[in-house]
């Protein structure tokens, strides 16, 4: 069914995440005409753990020492564990980093973003962009009852995460070259001491060392301590190196559950975690970071955000920093050009934004991560590969994960 309910606004945000409830604060605050759409009955819908660093925009945006008024501070460790749990290198980041419980998160964006006048239009699943003399324009969008209505603005952001949702319908390769898919899961009653194991742990599994699926990808198995007991765990797939491996065979997601079962059960080290906890929750969704997309400005109108971007930590971490910074950046620029009264998306200002994106230290930092992490993972799973193989050069991994990370 369709419905000529229309609304008009300046930015037209799709995706109520850090990144789109960022971008609708800064808007806002710049005295402009915000609306979100969000899919979900709530925003951030889907449960996980989260954690991030402590960086002068969490206060900007959620307000000073809101972060670690609700967050664990970490001591920065990580421990990276070889195939079989037969070695362990230890590495340590010097910066205030908090684990947090993430509905507690994302709600505090939604109460900054209701102060300012933001419309945050829950179960309103975009369908499509809408076009006008090669711009877009706006979003059609699906509201509760079945209606199809549309929406307009004057700059449409894209922040619906690894989905993409209008990154894709204008061709970019989300599934073949942006995401991976991993396991996430949340556990109560882990098998773990917060105070004594505080760290992440990271399970490194090579192609071929998994018996009952041997062309299984390679992956990183991890262990993220929330608070107590509550822990979340999970399964990354590191997909960029696939297209070059002839031993990898891509698995369904049914596949990747019952490879996920026998690691909760038997993977040394571990499967220790799982012994007397309590599953809360579990899925196979994806994570974008094999590869940023090319593009971030598919047609004039329309820009990628955050996790829609594939700018995201590729080593694995949180991309919540980054996709906050990208979605400051880039409506800030806009929003300059919007009070000016120029044409915002002249072929001029266009290339503008993206060089101001492209000049600030934390897109160069991004960069730099996956031109490092593609060295790292070519050297680590393709041409070692094995469990065997990664064991004997253990020494050389650890003096790589220790300049990486």
């Known amino acids: 069914m369709t419905s000529n309910k229309s609304s008009i606004f300046d930015f037209v945000i799709v995706g109520a995440g850090p990144a789109g409830l960022t971008a609708s604060i800064v808007a806002a605050r710049e005295g402009f005409k915000v609306a979100?759409?969000?899919k979900g009955e709530q925003a951030g819908p889907k449960p996980r753990g989260e954690g991030m660093?402590?960086?002068p925009i969490v206060d900007d945006i959620l307000g000073k020492n809101y972060l670690p008024s609700i967050g664990i501070k970490s001591n920065g460790g990580r421990v990276w564990h070889s195939p079989g749990d037969l070695q362990i290198t230890r590495t340590?980041?010097?910066?205030?980093h908090y684990f947090f419980e993430w509905r507690t998160f994302i709600d505090r964006f939604v109460e900054r973003a209701n102060e300012i006048g933001v419309e945050i239009m829950l179960e309103s699943e975009v369908i499509e962009p809408l076009e006008k003399n090669g711009f877009c324009v706006g979003v059609k969008y699906k509201d509760t009852s079945g209606n199809v209505n549309e929406v307009y603005g004057k700059a449409i952001l894209d922040c619906s995460g690894y989905s993409g949702v209008i990154g894709r319908h204008y061709g970019v390769p989300y599934d073949e070259e942006i995401n991976c898919p991993i396991v996430k899961c949340l556990i109560s009653e882990a098998n773990i001491d917060i105070k004594e194991t505080p760290d992440l742990n990271f399970f490194i599994i090579g192609n071929g060392d998994l018996d009952y699926s041997p062309n299984f990808p390679q992956g990183v198995a991890y262990v993220f301590p929330l608070e107590g007991k509550r822990v979340e765990v999970g399964l990354m797939l590191r997909m960029a190196q696939v297209p070059q491996m002839k031993t990898v065979i891509i698995p369904t997601n049914d596949e990747i559950m019952t490879v996920w079962g026998n690691l909760k059960k038997t993977y040394p080290g571990f499967s220790e975690f799982f012994k007397g906890a309590r599953i809360d929750y579990e899925e196979v969704t994806a994570l974008p970071n094999a590869r940023m997309v090319k593009n971030?400005?598919?047609?004039?109108?329309?820009?990628?955000?955050g996790d829609s971007a594939g700018f995201i930590n590729p080593f694995g971490s949180s991309g919540l920093y980054y996709s906050m910074i990208m979605a400051k950046i880039w409506v800030?620029?806009?929003?300059?050009s919007m009070r000016k009264h120029e044409n915002i998306w002249s072929v001029k200002n266009i290339e503008d934004y993206k060089t101001a994106f492209e000049n600030h230290d934390v897109y160069k930092e991004v960069k730099g991560s996956y031109n490092l992490i593609g060295?790292?993972?070519?050297?680590?799973?393709?041409?070692?590969?094995t469990s065997e193989k990664i064991n004997k050069k253990w020494d050389y991994i650890s003096s790589l994960l220790k300049q990486a990370t």
């Not at 340590?92 to 205030?96: F, I, K, L, M, Q």
């Not at 971030?296 to 955000?305: A, E, S, T, Y």
């Not at 800030?332 to 300059?336: H, P, Y």
């Not at 060295?375 to 590969?385: G, H, I, P, Q």
């Open 36 to 38: 979100v759409l969000e």
């Open 53 to 55: 660093g402590y960086y």
């Open 92 to 96: 340590y980041r010097e910066y205030d």
């Open 296 to 305: 971030f400005v598919q047609l004039p109108g329309v820009v990628l955000i």
């Open 332 to 336: 800030t620029n806009i929003a300059t």
């Open 375 to 385: 060295a790292f993972e070519y050297k680590l799973f393709n041409r070692l590969r």
